[in-house]
């Protein structure tokens, strides 16, 4: 076992190579994650398949009494919100997996992305769990479903994709930045009323002439998760296109931007 | 690096430094939060001080070694060693080393109070970098060692402080390192555990482990060490015999 400061590889590949190594690390704190997170509240499941509920069915009440809303609309807040919780709160905890993961790498080496990586993948838990009531409710409010649902884990995986890739470029801003943290819940929120989440698509169409959600990136990941489970159709090649150049786009700007700095994070935090 | 025929010069070395330098770059006037950042960018007032944490480090421990690194708070010791387990990547100068080198994580660091003993292992044993197969190998030999017996499937938060402590340190010590570094006092434990450590330690040395010792106890230092160096504001002052070093060092404080 050498180790050569001199000949190391480029950052992208040898963090790539490491992650690799340390697999069943990110195994360790994947399962770490998910134990913690279940183990001690009897209603931790349950819990996550309430919330998205309980907020659908307030937004829906209020909703309806605010504006002449789309007749599909408890089905339409609740697909976006369940791909908007796994975007917003993977993408959270990797800030504060990071924050934790710093008193390690303080310490001894590891592969610094291991903690974004198994955050997100953790996630992905809560995200499958969210199905549970969305096709509860699909199937109370008579949406047709069919044989397009076959593509809903490539749809899932852009999700996954994207929130990894954001998840990478927000933590490496919260290492040289603690406030960050704090700043990340507001540009949350902020982000998601711009977002076709709970507002009907129809008001935001407009505005600015639609570059609003041309310009959202998560619009794109969003779209492809709505046309496969609301229209019950397979997308088009555009939609796929361009779902899947803004995730994969986002994971490896998020990955060349985190490797690049991961050996100063050390200097920092 | 332009000096690469040096690589060739390896024999039977385990840590080669050279002409390492360590670099923070310190803000003039701290500017902590994201924001005072931008508002600082845009007036085009940001500047840094560079701080040498270490400045061009040139040693070569041989195996079998023990080393001594001498030096008071804050003169570069622990970022030497950083630099030394690749935790630090210096500004300039190479690191060589050969081995698997003892982890300086804090003992119990990276354990999680609601997981069981057993999952505590397999998580902190993976941090320092071993495989689970390694793992399940030791895990018998691990357990043993802390001596946590019946709580092994009892989630962390039920443990005291001491059986926490022996449980990190049995994870840390269950693999032979090739580079053993001591970095302070073991006080882990009661006189029972912390007497197993000491023997534990000993026998990593007997079997052949490169000792990296670093103390500010001139006496430890002098009588364990072969050779021993000197660091100060994180250049060497002195490098060669232990016996040499500590005099020059005993000579500059009582000055």
Known sequence: MIYDSAKRKPPAIEELLALFRYRDLIYQLVRRDIVARYKRSFLGIAWTMLNPLGTMVIMVIVFSQVFNTVESYPSYVLTGLICWTMFSQSTSFSISMMVWGSKLFQQIYLPRASFVVSTILASMVNFLLSLVPLFLILVITKTPLGWSLLLLPFSMILILTFSMGFGFLISTLAVFFPDVEQMYPVLLTAWMYMSPIIIPIEFLEDVFNGWLLKLNPFYYVLNIFRIIVLNNSVPNFLDWGLAVLVSFGILIIGWLVFTKKADSFAYYV | ?255
């Open chain 2, 1 to 255: 690096m332009s000096n690469s025929p040096k690589q060739e010069n390896h024999s039977d070395s385990v840590i080669q430094l050279e002409d390492v330098s360590v670099c923070y770059r310190v803000p003039t006037e701290s500017v902590g939060t994201f924001k005072e950042y931008m508002i600082r960018l845009v007036q085009g007032r940001i500047k840094h001080n560079k701080f040498y944490a270490l400045q061009n480090i040139n040693i070569d421990i041989k195996s079998g070694e023990i080393f001594g690194i001498l030096g008071r708070n804050g003169a570069g010791k622990s970022t030497l060693l950083k630099v030394i387990s690749n935790v630090l990547v210096p500004a300039s100068g190479r690191v060589w080393t050969k081995g698997q080198i003892s982890p300086l994580l804090q003992l119990g660091a990276g354990f999680h109070p609601e997981l069981t003993g057993r999952e505590n292992i397999y998580l902190n044993a993976t941090l320092l970098g071993h495989k689970r197969k390694e793992i399940d190998e030791k895990i018998d030999e691990i357990i043993a060692f802390a001596e946590i017996g019946a709580f092994l499937e009892t989630p962390l938060r039920t443990y005291s402080s001491g059986m926490q402590a022996r449980l990190g340190f049995s994870v840390a010590t269950a693999w032979q390192p090739d580079i053993l570094i001591l970095d302070e006092v073991l006080s882990v434990g009661d006189l029972e555990f912390q007497r197993k450590c000491f023997s534990r330690m000993a026998s990593f040395r007997e079997s052949g482990a490169t000792v990296l010792m670093v103390s500010h106890e001139m006496k430890r230092v002098e009588s364990i060490c072969e050779r021993a160096m000197w660091i100060e504001h994180g250049q060497i002052m002195a490098i060669g015999t232990a016996k040499d070093v500590c005099h020059n060092y005993k000579k500059s404080i009582t000055k």
